[in-house]
């Protein structure tokens, strides 16, 4: 079983809908989480960064993390066609000397919006 | 534009060869990370450097190393080369390595393997 499970998709969503996306977790030393974006084979890029429970809203992106659970989510409101792309969760626990700052990713989920 | 670089963006070659990948960080991080993404295994952690140390490891195979110079760019090189090794490589870096500072991604360097 891997650490981070992610549903691939593909998510295909109307243009304007709220496309919805998550992931579940097995390592409870896991304290930050963030979600990337990566359009086909181009680099990740940051979207949203959360330390531990809680939601953080920025713009359209809401993300949500439910330690107790194991369980994060990002949802992006007002979805539109250039949304359409790879969004990849991650996660770390505290850096500890020995353990570095390494990110355990999810698979990724794919999402179409269409016009 | 993350401010990572990576060189080269595609490298096509033989089995059995060597390559070296080349990454510049964001100016000012001394953490530097190497990860590679295939179709089937997505994004796959193999190793970090810091300040030009080793600093973890991960799923990095044994014909595979990395290297941080005092100037902080890294290197991966690659060798023994398999078809299997095909993939994208990719460079993230992230300031001093307090917990919660967070990692940028070059554009990454597609190696096909033929």
């Known amino acids: 079983q891997k650490e981070v499970e992610q549903d691939p998709g593909p998510l295909s969503v109307p243009e304007g809908a709220i496309v919805s996306l998550n992931c579940t977790y097995s390592n409870s030393a896991f304290q930050y989480f963030m979600w990337y974006r990566q359009y086909s084979r181009k680099g990740p890029e940051l979207l949203m960064y959360?330390?531990?429970?809680g939601n953080k809203e920025d713009g359209r992106f809401t993300a949500q993390v439910d330690k107790s659970s194991k369980y994060i989510s990002l949802f992006i409101r007002d979805s539109q066609p250039s949304d359409s792309a790879t969004y990849l969760c991650?996660?770390?626990?505290?850096?500890?000397?020995?353990?570095?700052?390494?990110?355990?990713f999810g698979g990724g989920t794919r999402v179409l919006v269409k016009p | 534009d993350s401010g990572v670089t990576q060189t080269p963006k595609h490298l096509i070659t033989a089995t059995g060869q060597r390559v070296t990948l080349r990454c510049s960080p964001r100016?000012?991080?001394?953490?530097v990370y190497w990860y590679q993404q295939s179709l089937d295994q997505g994004l796959q952690f193999l190793i970090q450097?810091?300040?030009?140390?080793?600093?973890a490891k991960g799923n990095i195979l044994e014909r595979f190393s990395a290297q941080q110079f005092p100037d902080l760019h890294s290197e991966l090189n690659l060798s023994s080369l398999e078809l299997g090794d095909s993939a994208l490589y990719f460079c993230?870096?992230?300031?001093?390595?307090?917990?919660?500072?967070?990692?940028?991604f070059g554009e990454g360097s597609w190696l096909t393997v033929v």
């Open positions: 959360t330390y531990s429970s």
């Open positions: 100016s000012g991080d001394l953490s």
């Open positions: 450097y810091y300040n030009g140390e080793e600093r």
């Open positions: 991650a996660m770390r626990g505290i850096e500890l000397k020995a353990a570095g700052n390494k990110l355990t």
């Open positions: 993230a870096s992230s300031a001093q390595g307090r917990a919660g500072n967070t990692i940028y």
